[in-house]
């Protein structure tokens, strides 16, 4: 049926043209398939947003409900997984096999019987067998391309899960120190009201008011700045998934939780374990299935013919078989081979490097979390009620006389500054967690809803 078909087309080109010949080998080759076998075969989408997600849905924010937002708007991440979606497309097109090719010959096109001329009509198909498991490799460095990507994925996770947990942490920061600026200033204004008391019955010069009302006055700056800074803090938390305007009231969380610190020997073993870690070690091998495809290449391939010739005047057919096969003696695929090599070398290279920046990262991590927890118990439990008493003790020798007012204003101060200390320490400890956490891919302290820690989560 095909031979009749072709022929059909032949005699249309013999009298035509090859402007025939074109419309004609189309038509020849859309004719014989029916509807259904031109349907197109369309790749699978991943899609990395699953729906539209509302913002803020309360006015009490957990970290828990941060990090579910983050996950599922932030454009980051959903880059990242379209490019899994992408290779995945790459290792379906690894895995087909080739095409055949047809080929149609017309030899003596215009030959005519009273010449004594014959035409000959050949039909060959031809298909190129791979040898060497070039396909098998292909599929290979595919997967692992994918699996690459995969882990790729989980580390810009991580990673952005460890920035919503610090802008989480800068967050309840604010909101504490918005507190502790209004205490400062209530306190101020307990100064002022003390010390105007004291003015007025002629107990103390009017300078000392006017510092009071000074100092009352830069307690409702810093009163202000906190609340900017709170501001600031929530809209680049909530940018991270997109929302330029929080809706949520509050944070809810503890900055005062403590972790149990394990030993550093099993926090760096967890670093090896981590999706940073085996990202480089996948791309490792990625790299080396990349250099086995390479080394199938310098194996030729063999293309296999067969195929049927007419002769015109007889009208008899004549089967064909014919054999094909590249002679490698210029093109060995060595520069391939040399470039496959390289980058393997360069992709040991960058695992070794990345596990010696994670060790260090760490290190320097774990060594500052000691430190943070040592200053936070000082500050805890010594310099805050040490300095909570001294104010107490002369804002109350003040209003008897027995202090003067540089006393009060004095021990004020490092009240204040005190304070907001051990809020730096506190949110300081908590980022370094985050960074340890986020390195280790795990809980500090082995609880399984990691990474949602902070005290005051709903669950």
Known sequence: ??????????????????????????????????????????????????????????????????????????????ASAREIGALEGAT????????????????DIGATQGRGLQRFTTIRIGHAVELGGKRQARVTAASLAQEVAMQAYEAKRLELLARVADAFVDVLAGQERTRLAADSVALAQDVVTAVATRVQAGKAPPIEETKAKLALSTARIEQEQARRDLAAGRKRMTLLWGNPSPRFDQALGNLASVAVLPSFDNLAERVRRS?????????????????????????????????????????ENTPLVGVSIALPLFDRNQGNLLEAHRRLDKAEDERAATDFRLQSELSQAYEALLAATNEIGVLRDEVLPGASSAFSVANRGYELGKFGFLEVLDAQRTLFQNRVLYLRALTNYRKLVNEIERLTAAPIDDKSDWPVRLSGDKP
Request: aromatic letters at 2%.
């Open 275 to 315: 999706p940073v870690a085996a990202r480089d070690r996948k791309s490792v091998e990625q790299r080396s299935a990349v250099l086995a495809l390479e080394r199938t290449r310098r194996v030729p391939d063999i293309t296999v013919v067969a195929g049927v010739r007419n002769y015109s005047q007889s009208g």
């Open 1 to 78: 049926m095909i031979f009749s078909r072709l022929s059909a087309v032949l005699t249309c080109v013999a009298s035509r043209g090859l402007l025939a010949l074109a419309l004609a080998l189309g038509l020849a080759a859309v004719s014989p398939c029916s509807a259904d076998e031109n349907v197109a075969i369309e790749p699978r989408r991943v899609d990395a947003r699953p729906g539209p997600v509302t913002q803020e849905e309360s006015a009490e924010l957990t970290l828990r409900e941060a990090m579910g937002l983050m996950q599922k708007l932030n454009p980051e991440l959903a």
């Open 92 to 107: 379906l097109q690894a895995g087909l096999w080739r095409n055949p090719q047809l080929g149609v010959e017309v030899e």
